[in-house]
């Protein structure tokens, strides 16, 4: 009766130690991948200060969205801790308005027709879609990471053992908005 | 460029066929000869072994003479066919790919098979058989390099004496040289079960990268020393044309980003722009399935978005119009 009791608490302290090393695997591979993206979201602000030089010469009356540009570049640029998911969280939103915002920037550009053919807002547009695809693909390695993390910390005895291991789910990286995820109906658009 | 459901203007489609006919005219006159001959030697040869029979006494012998006729009357046979057929398909090919952009070359010895083999794109062989060298533009201006592939790996019996070689490979070789320089290397193998991959996986300086398409995940096993740069590469349509091109192709395609190229490979089981038998009629069937089997190929060059360059005016059609 002893050999059992102490065969199944040896069993159980080398699941438990397995799972504790998946779960540390796992969150580093997040953070690895959250390091990467922030590689590549470092090149979108670079980026803005360009846009916006070149846009104040000629989007006069868009003071307020170039502000709101800047003030976003600002919120997204701020450090935070890799390690708690709020702070990720918060980070991850900011980036999320700030692409929004550039968006929009490049959208309303279009309504000006100099800046529109400038060549450096050219070179800037196509530098941007670059950065853009490099961050969608980065995006999709944090995300495939953060999937692994949170299954190993919210399946029975995962949740156990990262509470104890002060493991957290990380917050995903989501789509800017809702409108993007939303089918595409190619009537709106012939 | 897409090939069209039509992509050969009339002028060259009906030059194709009036070469073909003519072509078909010597296959038939060399079937009609070769089926004589065959009945002259065999004549000769029932002749030959009953003199040597019953006028010397040696009835081995006979049959030594009878199989020794009939291996030089096939050796022969076959060496007129597959000059004709060799012949044929070169000139159809050439006027087909001429037409559609491409330069061909019938033999393709020197194609680089060290990348793919490096890459583990290919199964191991000792014996490589390379021809039909098709190259070509894409719109962007990258080389674009396609041959039809037999590869076959050395292997021992103990019924026969000396090396036997066995298939492991029928099909096409893409090589791309991208315009873009991939920084890392990525690699979309067959997947080989969750052991083989284990097992595979072991020793690799790269490391596996799981894509968020189940179905694809199933069918491919990706490897990359950068994951991000395997996303960026590997997006959900590049994934979804690598499937399309999975279900069309009889083994699972083979495909490599390194050193600023895209190596793909495409085990067919059957080689590709091939002119029909010596026994089968050589009408618009043979170009069509030529023209079938350069739509697969470029169809798997536009799973990577690499489209071939406007081919340029033919001259006739230049001197035409003016």
């Given at each position: 009766m002893e050999w059992v009791l102490l065969v199944l608490i040896l069993l159980a302290v080398v699941v438990g130690y397995g799972w504790y090393v998946v779960l540390i695997r796992n969150r580093n591979r997040a953070q690895e991948a959250l390091s990467s993206v922030d590689v590549h979201l470092r090149k979108r602000h670079d980026l803005v200060p360009n846009v916006l030089a070149l846009a104040r010469r000629f989007m006069e009356h868009e003071k307020e969205l170039l502000e709101s540009v800047t003030a976003l570049r600002s919120k997204a640029q701020a450090p935070y801790d890799k390690g708690d998911p709020e702070q990720v969280k918060g980070h991850l939103d900011a980036e999320r308005g700030l692409q929004g915002a550039l968006r929009q920037l490049f959208a309303v550009s279009e309504s000006y027709p100099e800046l529109r053919s400038a060549e450096t807002m050219l070179e800037a547009q196509k530098t941007y879609r670059e950065v853009e695809s490099n961050i969608a693909a980065a995006r999709r390695f944090y995300n495939s990471a953060v999937t692994r993390l949170n299954t190993a910390v919210q399946i029975f005895p995962g949740s156990v053992i990262a509470g104890m291991a002060g493991v957290r789910p990380m917050p995903f990286f989501e789509l800017?908005?809702?409108?993007?995820?939303q089918p595409v109906n190619a009537a709106d658009h012939i | 460029m897409v090939l069209s459901d039509?992509?050969?203007?009339s002028a060259t489609r009906a030059e194709l066929e009036s070469r073909l006919a003519e072509l078909e005219a010597e296959r038939v006159a060399l079937f009609d000869w070769l089926k004589k001959l065959g009945l002259i030697l065999l004549g000769v040869t029932l002749a030959a072994m009953a003199i040597v029979s019953?006028?010397?006494?040696?009835e081995e012998d006979a049959y030594f003479v009878g199989i020794a006729v009939l291996l030089v009357a096939l050796v022969y046979a076959f060496h007129r066919i597959s000059k004709l057929r060799n012949r044929g398909k070169a000139e159809l090919m050439g006027r087909i790919a001429q037409a559609l952009g491409f330069d061909y070359r019938l033999n393709a010895a020197g194609f680089p098979l060290e990348h793919f083999r490096r890459l583990g794109?290919?199964?191991?062989?000792?014996r490589d058989n390379l021809h039909d060298h098709l190259s070509a533009e894409t719109a962007s201006g990258e080389r674009l390099e396609l041959v039809d592939a037999k590869l076959e790996r050395k292997s021992r019996s103990r019924k026969r004496r000396g090396p036997q070689y066995r298939t492991v490979f029928t099909g096409l070789l893409l090589r791309v040289d991208a315009a873009?320089?991939?920084s890392d290397q990525v690699l979309v193998l067959k997947d080989s079960g969750m052991v083989g991959n284990a097992l595979g996986g072991w020793l690799r300086s790269d490391e596996p990268v799981h894509l968020e398409s189940t179905r694809f995940n199933e069918t491919f096993t990706v490897y990359a020393n950068d994951q991000v740069e395997a996303r960026r590469l590997l997006t959900p349509t590049v994934m979804q044309r690598c499937l399309e091109l999975d279900a069309q192709t009889a083994g699972t395609p083979q495909i490599g980003f390194s050193e600023g190229r895209i190596l793909i490979a495409l085990d067919r089981g059957a080689p590709s722009f091939e002119m029909p038998q010596i026994w089968q009629k050589w009408d618009a069937a043979a170009f069509e399935a030529m023209l079938d089997d350069l739509r697969y190929a470029l169809g798997a060059a536009r799973l990577l978005g690499r489209e071939l360059a406007q081919p340029e005016p033919r001259e006739t059609a230049r001197s035409g119009s003016a």
């Amino acid at each position: 009766m002893e050999w059992v009791l102490l065969v199944l608490i040896l069993l159980a302290v080398v699941v438990g130690y397995g799972w504790y090393v998946v779960l540390i695997r796992n969150r580093n591979r997040a953070q690895e991948a959250l390091s990467s993206v922030d590689v590549h979201l470092r090149k979108r602000h670079d980026l803005v200060p360009n846009v916006l030089a070149l846009a104040r010469r000629f989007m006069e009356h868009e003071k307020e969205l170039l502000e709101s540009v800047t003030a976003l570049r600002s919120k997204a640029q701020a450090p935070y801790d890799k390690g708690d998911p709020e702070q990720v969280k918060g980070h991850l939103d900011a980036e999320r308005g700030l692409q929004g915002a550039l968006r929009q920037l490049f959208a309303v550009s279009e309504s000006y027709p100099e800046l529109r053919s400038a060549e450096t807002m050219l070179e800037a547009q196509k530098t941007y879609r670059e950065v853009e695809s490099n961050i969608a693909a980065a995006r999709r390695f944090y995300n495939s990471a953060v999937t692994r993390l949170n299954t190993a910390v919210q399946i029975f005895p995962g949740s156990v053992i990262a509470g104890m291991a002060g493991v957290r789910p990380m917050p995903f990286f989501e789509l800017e908005d809702e409108s993007m995820r939303q089918p595409v109906n190619a009537a709106d658009h012939i | 460029m897409v090939l069209s459901d039509d992509p050969l203007d009339s002028a060259t489609r009906a030059e194709l066929e009036s070469r073909l006919a003519e072509l078909e005219a010597e296959r038939v006159a060399l079937f009609d000869w070769l089926k004589k001959l065959g009945l002259i030697l065999l004549g000769v040869t029932l002749a030959a072994m009953a003199i040597v029979s019953t006028v010397f006494g040696a009835e081995e012998d006979a049959y030594f003479v009878g199989i020794a006729v009939l291996l030089v009357a096939l050796v022969y046979a076959f060496h007129r066919i597959s000059k004709l057929r060799n012949r044929g398909k070169a000139e159809l090919m050439g006027r087909i790919a001429q037409a559609l952009g491409f330069d061909y070359r019938l033999n393709a010895a020197g194609f680089p098979l060290e990348h793919f083999r490096r890459l583990g794109l290919l199964p191991r062989f000792d014996r490589d058989n390379l021809h039909d060298h098709l190259s070509a533009e894409t719109a962007s201006g990258e080389r674009l390099e396609l041959v039809d592939a037999k590869l076959e790996r050395k292997s021992r019996s103990r019924k026969r004496r000396g090396p036997q070689y066995r298939t492991v490979f029928t099909g096409l070789l893409l090589r791309v040289d991208a315009a873009e320089t991939f920084s890392d290397q990525v690699l979309v193998l067959k997947d080989s079960g969750m052991v083989g991959n284990a097992l595979g996986g072991w020793l690799r300086s790269d490391e596996p990268v799981h894509l968020e398409s189940t179905r694809f995940n199933e069918t491919f096993t990706v490897y990359a020393n950068d994951q991000v740069e395997a996303r960026r590469l590997l997006t959900p349509t590049v994934m979804q044309r690598c499937l399309e091109l999975d279900a069309q192709t009889a083994g699972t395609p083979q495909i490599g980003f390194s050193e600023g190229r895209i190596l793909i490979a495409l085990d067919r089981g059957a080689p590709s722009f091939e002119m029909p038998q010596i026994w089968q009629k050589w009408d618009a069937a043979a170009f069509e399935a030529m023209l079938d089997d350069l739509r697969y190929a470029l169809g798997a060059a536009r799973l990577l978005g690499r489209e071939l360059a406007q081919p340029e005016p033919r001259e006739t059609a230049r001197s035409g119009s003016a």
